[in-house]
């Protein structure tokens, strides 16, 4: 702040940044966290992220497609 107690266009950028950098929203990190998270109970007892049942069984599925069709397309023809 200068003698007349005017902020600067600097310190307020520096607040703005501030505040973003702390709102989870914002973050694409933490808002991926929250979307895959579960939600009655996000972290567990030992404060671990805990994933919701739904994006488990979502990356089980995928990753059983996924098994078929290299099954098929590549060692299927032995």
């Known amino acids: 702040m200068d003698a007349h107690g005017y ?3 600097d310190e307020v950028r520096q607040a703005l ?3 973003y950098l702390s709102d989870a929203e ?3 990190q933490g808002s991926l966290l929250e979307s895959f998270s579960d939600e009655l109970k996000p972290i567990d007892e030992k404060g671990h992220w805990k994933p919701s049942s739904l994006s488990i ?3 089980v599925l ?3 497609l996924l098994g078929v069709f290299a099954y098929f397309s590549i060692g299927g023809r032995s």
Do not use: K
């Open 7 to 9: 902020i600067s266009p």
């Open 17 to 19: 940044r501030q505040i």
């Open 26 to 28: 914002t973050s694409l």
């Open 57 to 59: 069984l979502t990356v």
């Open 62 to 64: 995928l990753c059983a």
